[in-house]
């Protein structure tokens, strides 16, 4: 019999399920019988969330449903542990397994937890969100190091990740990037390079993308290079700099608030570059995505940006939160076809580590659960 599974996280999901979360969910259950808690993108979502899954409607106001999802949590894990009697929970982040312990505890059962670090989480109180949160840091740093301590299992998406565990003592048990359906950017031959320079961001606009650097940087380039385009796709609460920036730049800058994949795809054909100056990153998905689209990254050295960006070899690696070295590496790009041409060949070849299929994600879960 298969290993029952509860998987906890914050993760908002829409029914029916997106193509590539089929995949991921149709391989696990070949291997488990895992059950789902997450959070719906709609009300209608949530009362269509399917077998397997209970998804927590949006609370309404939208500030608040951080919140009340974290305060409900123990309340339903406890439901989930009575009624689905898993062997055990995989927790999407330490916050969530504060949550899974607590529920525990109202549940009187006990199956092991593990928890997944794929990011940072000293940074979800200082670069995310409102800035009131950063009053939140000193205690989500205690809880979330406490809950990594009371771990029965750890689990790492890459290097940096891991070293992120180790600061608090504990040595991860597996390291795996988590499953990303790269097959919009992979399967079609790449693209030749544009015969301008060109570059991309493509990402949320929030302070831990450090858009404020984007911008400086990307002044000084068309100031320099007046041939060079930008393009950004995103939205958030700095999207009121990047308005300013296309109103000053109107004829090299261009903005997409949104787009789906394919759409992604089409404009890293139409890249030389993408540009990634983030001051936190785990596994940056965009970045591998890129490279399998042949296009290098230009990208902060920080955080787990360097587990998938090499200096020199499929990108740029740039000082963390200085706009000259970001807009110097933009301009040699943009001005050494030679050193361009040589990090987009390879580029595809550099991400093949880092993409698993679905078949092998839920392999290696399989045996960090059993």
Not at 194 to 220: H, S, T
Not at 301 to 330: C, K, T
């Amino acid at each position: 019999m298969a290993d029952r599974v509860l998987m906890v996280g914050r993760t908002r999901y829409r029914f029916p399920l997106q193509p590539n979360l089929r995949r991921k969910f149709d391989a696990l259950d070949r291997r488990l019988d895992v059950h789902v808690l997450a959070t719906a993108a709609t009300g209608a979502d949530a009362e269509a969330g399917g077998d397997g899954f209970e998804l927590v409607p949006p609370h309404r106001p939208r500030r608040l449903d951080g919140p009340l999802f974290y305060l409900e949590l123990p309340f339903r894990v406890a439901r989930q542990l009575r009624r689905f009697e898993p062997d055990a929970v995989i927790a999407q982040s330490p916050y969530e397994a504060l949550g899974i312990f607590a529920g525990r505890m109202l549940a009187r059962r006990k199956p092991p937890v593990i928890v997944e670090i794929h990011g940072d989480f000293r940074t979800a109180t200082r670069l995310y969100g409102s800035g009131a949160r950063r009053l939140l840091a000193p205690l989500a740093d205690f809880g979330a190091r406490l809950a990594v301590k009371r771990a029965d299992r750890v689990r790492t998406v890459g290097p940096f990740t891991s070293r992120v565990v180790r600061d608090c003592g504990v040595e991860p048990d597996a390291s795996f990037p988590a499953f990303t359906d790269v097959s919009t950017f992979a399967t079609p031959p790449t693209a030749p390079l544009p015969a301008r320079p060109a570059f991309l961001f493509v990402g949320v606009l929030e302070r831990y993308k450090n858009i404020e650097c984007l911008v400086e940087a990307w002044r000084r380039v068309a100031r320099w290079e007046p041939r060079a385009t930008l393009r950004i796709v995103g939205n958030g609460s700095e999207s009121a700099a990047v308005e300013r920036l296309v109103a000053e730049l109107p004829e090299q800058t261009h903005w997409h608030r949104r787009l789906p994949a394919r759409g992604v795809a089409a404009a890293l054909d139409r890249t030389s570059a993408l540009v990634l100056p983030s001051r936190s990153e785990g596994l940056p998905r965009i970045a591998i995505e890129a490279l399998e689209r042949g296009r290098p990254v230009i990208g902060a050295d920080a955080g787990g940006i360097p587990d998938v960006v090499r200096n020199l070899r499929n990108g740029l690696l740039v000082e963390p939160e200085s706009v000259p070295s970001l807009a110097d590496a933009m301009l040699r790009v943009a001005r050494d076809g030679v050193l361009l041409d040589r990090l987009a060949r390879s580029a595809r070849p550099s991400a093949e580590h880092l993409c698993l299929s679905p078949e092998e994600y839920a392999r290696r879960v399989e045996t960090l659960v059993a």
